[in-house]
Nanobody
């Protein structure tokens, strides 16, 4: 059974940093693309960052470009989202999702990720 488990969320002040983890089980990440999505109350789910299955090409939403970094550790079967210079608007539930043999283009849609989804982790940016 394919499973993803997110961790690392929490409460942070504006300008602070958090690192989210997405641990996979039941499959290996080297053949799966992984993306982070987020959803704030009353807003649609949006793509944040994505890392491709093979060559590791990454893509980021304009709103997080230069502040967030996505990386993958195949040995630990875990994907990370390093979030720096956090803003109030970054407050949301963050989900990671997996899709087999996925290539991250400039835009990545949550509907394209069907293989597995995590349960989400809350990130709250507040002073």
């Amino acid at each position: 059974q394919l499973q993803l488990v997110e961790s690392g969320g929490g409460l942070v002040q504006p300008g602070g940093s958090l690192r989210l983890s997405c641990a996979a089980s039941g499959f290996t990440l080297d053949t799966y693309g992984i993306a982070w999505f987020r959803q704030a109350p009353g807003k649609e789910r949006e793509g944040v960052s994505c890392i491709s299955s093979r060559e590791g090409r990454s893509s980021h939403a304009d709103s997080v470009l230069g502040r967030f970094t996505i990386s993958k550790d195949n040995a630990k079967n875990t994907v990370y989202l390093q979030m720096n210079s956090l803003k109030l608007d970054d407050t949301a539930v963050y989900y990671c999702a997996a899709e087999s043999d996925y290539y991250c283009s400039r835009y990545f849609d949550w509907a394209s990720f069907e293989s597995a989804w995590g349960q989400g982790t809350q990130v709250t940016v507040s002073s």
